[in-house]
Structure formats: C-alpha cells, structure tokens
C-alpha cells in the first residue's frame, strides 16, 4: 500500500522539453510553423466572431445588428433545450428528475460505492423519477410523455437504456459462449439480427410498427417502446465486446477456475467476469459514447431529445439564422458529456490495474 | 367436428372483430380518447408550426389544429401536437399514431389512393415551385432567364421541374447543385448563383435570411403545384366532413368579412342570412357535420380570427416570413381560396 508513484517532472522542465522538440530538426520546425500559421490564420476571425462582434443578452435585431455570434440566441433557447416540450408551469419536475439522474450517476462512479445499497438506491429512485415525470400521483398534474423532451429525456434514455442494457449484454455474451445449443442460438441469432439493422429502423420499428402488431387493447407507452428497443440494441454491442473480453481470458483461468470447484455461476461471478469486464474497459466505453451519441436519432419517431429542441429553435421566426451557434453549443454540451466518461474510464481503468503494473 | 366448428366460429368472430370499415370509427377513437392528435412538422417548420422558447406549438398548421379540435370537443386545448418528420408522417397517420396531419403535406394522387388511402379533406395552402433573383437583374418573368445559373437542391422534383421548365421555354441554364438550405442560400446570397429556386413558402423563409431581403424578389410563375391540405386516414366520412367545414368556415368567414373583432358583434346584430347560418344563429349547420355546438365557427373565430387573420398572424407580410397572400387569398380578390356556401 505504500508505494509512491514517481513523481511527475516539473511543469517548468516538461515546457522547455516541449519547446526543444518542437523545433528539433528541419520537419519538427516546418511543422512548428505551419501549425502557428494556421492558428494566426483561424483564431483570430473565431474571437472577432465569438468573443468580440458577440451579442450576449437582447433580441435577434441587435445580434444582427452586431454581426457576430449571436450567444443571446442560445441563452433564449437554454431552459427549452432541457425541457423540450414539457408544459412550461411543470419544468419544476423533469428539473428536479435531471438532479436526481445526474446525483444517481454521479455516486454510481465511485468504486467505494458499488454495493447492494447502490442497487436499492437505483431502483427506488428509478421509478420515482419516472412518476414524477408521468405526473397522476400526489397530485401532480399527468404529463404525457410525447411532451417529455430535451436533455430530461435524452438522459432519461441514455442512462435507462445503458443501464438496463449492460446486464443483458453480458447475458446475451455468456450466452453466446454457453454450452447450451439452444441458449447459444438464441443468443447468436438476438445479437446478429439487432447488429444487422441501422438504430434508426428498429426505432422506427419499436414507434411505428409494433402498434400494428400489438394485439387490440394492448398498448405500451411509445417512450417505453422507445426505450425498449434501444436497450436492445445497446445489449447486442455490448454483448460483443464483452465477449471480446471473454475469449481473451487464458483457457487457464477457466480450467484453474473449475479445478477448486467453483460452479458456473461462481466462475465467472468470481474469476472470469471481474476480468474480462476489466480488460475491455476502453472498448465499452467506446461503445458507450457511441451508443450515447445514438440517441439523437429518435427525432425520427419524434421525440424531442436535447438536439432536436435546437433544430426546433432554429425555426422559431423571430430567431431565424443563427445555426452556427446552435450546433456549436449543441457540439460543446456532447464534447463535455463524452470527454467526461472518456476521462472516467481511465481513472477506473487505472483502480483496476494491479499494483505496480503500468 | 365439434373442435372445428369452435375453431370457425373463433375465427370468424376475429374475423368480424378486426373488420375496420365501421363509419366514423376515427371520430369515435378521437371522442372517446378526448383528445385529437395532430401530426405537426418536426423539429420546427417557421411560421407553419414551431415551439416556443417555453416549448408551447404555435403557428398556421398548429392553429388549423386547434380549430378542428374546437369543432370536435369546443375546447382548443383538447388537441395533442406529435411532431412528425417527413420520413415518419405517413405511416405514423397510417398506424394511428396520429389522427390529422397538419405539416404541409402535397395532396397527390398516389397519396389520395391506393398507395397511402389518405384523404385530403380540404386544402389550406397553396404552394408551388418558384423563383427568386436579385432585384438589380430588373426581370419581370421567368422567361427571360436564358442562360443563367440556378442555385438548386439536388435530387428532388424541384431540380427537375426546373430543368423542365427551362426546357419547355427553349432556355439554358447552369445548375448548381447543393444539398444543404443553409449553403444553397450563402452561394446565392454571395453571388454564385443569379437564381435560386424552391417552393415558394420555403423561399420566402430563406429570403428572410439573406443578407438584405429587399433586394431580391420572388417571381410570380409557379413551376409546380403544390396544394397543401389537412390529411387523414381514409374512410371516416364523418371525420372527412368535420375537418372540411372547419377549414370552410375559415374561408367562408373572411369571405364574408367576420372577424376575430367583430364575429360576436356579427353574431348579435346580422340580418344577413348567410352570416347567421355560419354563425351558428340560425339553421343546423354544426349539427349536420357532427361538431360539438351549432355555433363552432363562431367560437373558432372568436379564438383564433379568420384564414386571412391566421395567415397574416403566423407568415404574412408583417412576420418574418412575409407571404404575401398570392394564391391564397380568397377568390373574390383573385386568389384560389373558394369554400362551398354554408348552407
């Protein structure tokens, strides 16, 4: 426990290292030039724009008057891109849900946390947050959830879909290597038939078709279906790289594992999962960014995610021709948001490495 | 024989119980539900119908809306708005996930038909393909374009109602083609282009955004037709006959000079028959389409005004978009607007 990480260089050597390398030889130099060239060339014009010509509070007239970026734009459309279309008198709710979410997910990420409260927590809280969204009980007026939208409901998705979704993958991963035939089939068949298909046509699936299919009466709420197919088909990626996982692990692990004799269940509960879900940490979280990012596309079935409450705001008549700005904000909110779980990841991958190792 | 005949008679009640063909059966799901639901344009469609900053729908189409759920419930609240996307609007209407679409949807044959068994109740827009040039040109028709270069959206009938256009006239022109709005305006608004073409509310949207609007006009041919109606699914007559008399008495009612300021003034005072009858003050025209008061036409213009007041409210000349009424004023002042007498 007391080994001491070997102290970082001073800030002061690493900068003089960096100036050295950066002009040692003639490419290194050429190289240093051209990227200082094409900083004068672009950041200059993009502070004029953003900073200086900027128009922070007021209305459309007078960031067009000024010329630059209109920011007074976004401030405008801030609250709607959270909420969407939730009724204005209620953004009290999906407000306090996005608190609860985020605090959820938050404590979720600490290691010391990880433990059976952790579990309770999340399933009491999860249908809190739902009814106090849904509204009907307590008096809380019902809200619709076609009028969910914004970041309440991207998050909503993500963080459901994700959650509920990474279970089923290492399921659907076991299954594939399991000795079963039928187990086997079923899961192979599940993950190649969800791979198969682009996100968009099994949402448009899950919101469109399966009404026809449902027999009369029965009815599931569209969010619900919504959420349902993209957990699906976040649990077939992710069953593939955990799988990755599995068939890394030297055949060793899994016949020392049997040898002091450990049941299925113990082996990988104990000995291959904790292992295999390790080594693939980068990979995972690949998918989760990518799965993340995947959630803009149920505009397609109309739900009103954060993205598509700033394409909305570009139509709104008294703010028309500010798309820069909009899609600049909507770029840093989903830079911020991946760059935070890509830093994570290595932070838990780095608590996960045995001592010493490198 | 006797499992069979259960059998039968089983399939036969599911048979008779999946039968869709009953009149009225949208109506009914829409009375019993208590709320319309109402395919709008998503994200946003300027003017036609977009979310405000507090995520509240307004717009023309949205108001449509509103008074067709006036007719059926006398309550513009009791309306759902579901944004829908071109790719998704009709099968949402098909699967019921939507009763009326209201998102400036072309009413077209094969849409009429067969292919999609919509109908098209009534029209409330009449778009079409047009033209905008900067105003130094000094052009007065189409026609006098030979040879110029056309700012264009690839892959879509207005690329190729253009090109048949020029065609027809013995002109030439130099196509340049990009997909996105946005970029197509900047290569015309810097000069790239001396044309730039789409449908007409659309490129009155744009010329909002270029860098002096009053320097360009749009020019009054009308390369294609373009009539946007209100659309449902087909077979509920009763339905059909609600929506057209509620887009009717729009019409009729800025025909006949009722407005928003004066229809309760109207209602108290006319002695002209036709008035009273649309009104509601006299004969059974509400009863007859199945609305939920005689007098529906009065309480939608008492809330919302007449077509012309929606129309300058939402994309006339005063908005943004600033649409002049063109094909869209009423008949008598030249345009194509012409509802059949309440009567």
């Known amino acids: 426990m007391d080994r001491i990480a070997p102290a970082l260089p001073s800030f002061a050597v690493r900068a003089a290292g960096f100036a050295r390398a950066c002009v040692s030889g003639p490419v290194n130099i050429g190289i240093t030039v051209a990227v200082i060239a094409l900083l004068a060339w672009a950041v200059p014009p993009f502070v004029q724009w953003a900073v200086i010509d900027a128009t922070f509070s007021g209305n459309a007239q007078a960031c067009r008057a000024a010329g630059g970026a209109c920011w007074a734009f976004i401030r405008e459309k801030f609250w709607f891109s959270v909420f969407g279309l939730y009724p204005y008198e209620e953004r009290w709710r999906p407000a306090l849900m996005l608190v609860m979410l985020v605090a959820l997910v938050v404590v979720s990420t600490f290691r010391q946390f990880w433990n059976r409260n952790l579990l309770i927590a999340w399933a009491v809280a999860a249908p809190a947050m739902l009814l106090l969204m849904a509204g009907g009980v307590l008096g809380l007026t019902p809200v619709a959830t076609r009028l969910w939208g914004g970041m309440a409901v991207s998050g909503l998705i993500a963080v459901f879909g994700l959650a509920t979704g990474y279970p089923l993958a290492i399921l659907l991963a076991l299954g594939r290597r399991s000795d079963l035939p039928l187990v086997r089939w079923f899961s192979t068949a599940l993950i190649e038939v969800v791979r198969g298909v682009p996100l968009i046509s099994l949402l448009f699936m899950a919101a469109i078709m399966l009404p026809l299919f449902l027999p009369q009466g029965v009815s599931l709420d569209r969010l619900v279906r919504i959420i349902l197919a993209y957990t699906i088909f976040s649990a077939a990626y992710m069953a593939e790289v955990i799988r990755g996982g599995l068939q890394a692990m030297p055949r060793g692990q899994y016949e020392a594992a049997e040898a002091i004799g450990l049941s299925y269940g113990q082996r990988m509960r104990l000995v291959i999962l904790p292992q295999a879900l390790t080594i693939t940490i980068p990979a995972q979280v690949n998918t989760f960014i990518g799965l993340f990012k995947d959630t803009t596309l149920v505009v397609v079935i109309g739900v009103f995610d954060f993205f598509t409450t700033l394409r909305a705001a570009l139509g709104d008549p008294q703010w028309l021709g500010f798309p820069t700005e909009a899609y600049l904000y909507a770029a840093f909110v989903y830079f911020v948001l991946c760059f935070t779980m890509s830093r994570y990841s290595m932070r838990l991958e780095k608590s996960f490495k045995p001592e010493g190792a490198r | ?343």
Not at chain 2, 103 to 131: C, E
């Open chain 2, 1 to 343: 024989m006797k499992v069979l005949s259960i059998v039968a008679a089983a399939a036969a009640t599911f048979v008779l119980s999946a039968e869709p063909a009953l009149a009225g059966r949208d109506l009914d799901q829409i009375k019993q539900r208590g709320t319309v639901r109402c395919g709008v344009q998503g994200p946003s469609n300027p003017g036609f119908g977009v979310p405000d900053s507090q995520g509240r729908w307004g717009g023309f189409n949205v108001e449509i809306c509103r008074a067709i759920a006036i007719t059926i419930f006398n309550d513009p609240a009791k309306v759902e708005f579901v944004p829908v996307t071109t790719q998704s609007r009709f099968p949402a209407l098909s699967a019921g996930e939507v009763d009326v679409l209201s998102n400036n949807t072309t009413w077209t044959l094969t849409r009429d038909t067969n292919v999609n068994r919509f109908n098209f109740p009534a029209i409330v827009f009449y778009d079409g393909q047009a033209i905008m040039i900067p105003r130094r040109l000094n052009v007065a028709s189409a026609r006098q374009l030979d040879g110029a270069t056309v700012c264009v959206q690839p892959g879509t009938t207005t690329e190729l109602n253009i090109a048949d256009f020029f065609r027809a006239n013995n002109l030439r022109f130099t196509p340049v083609v990009i997909a996105d709005l946005d970029e197509l305006r900047r290569a015309y608004d810097s000069g790239r282009c001396d044309v730039f073409t789409n449908d007409f509310a659309a490129l009155a949207a744009q010329r909002t955004l270029l860098t002096r609007p009053a320097d360009h006009v749009i020019l009054p041919e009308r390369l294609s037709k373009e009539p946007l109606a209100v659309t449902i699914r087909q077979g509920d007559e009763e339905l059909t006959n609600l929506v057209a008399w509620t887009v009717f008495a729009l019409i009729d009612a800025e025909e006949m000079g009722i407005t928003q300021a004066n229809v309760e003034q109207l209602a108290g005072s006319s002695t002209d028959p036709r008035i009273r009858r649309l009104l509601g003050v006299e004969g059974n025209m509400g009863e007859s389409i199945g609305a939920a008061r005689g007098d529906y036409a009065r309480t939608i213009i008492r809330s919302f005004g007449n077509y012309g007041e929606i129309f300058e409210r939402h994309i006339g000349v005063n908005t943004p978009l600033a649409l002049e009424r063109g094909q869209n004023a009423i008949w008598t002042r030249g345009g194509l607007l012409y509802a059949p007498p309440a009567r």
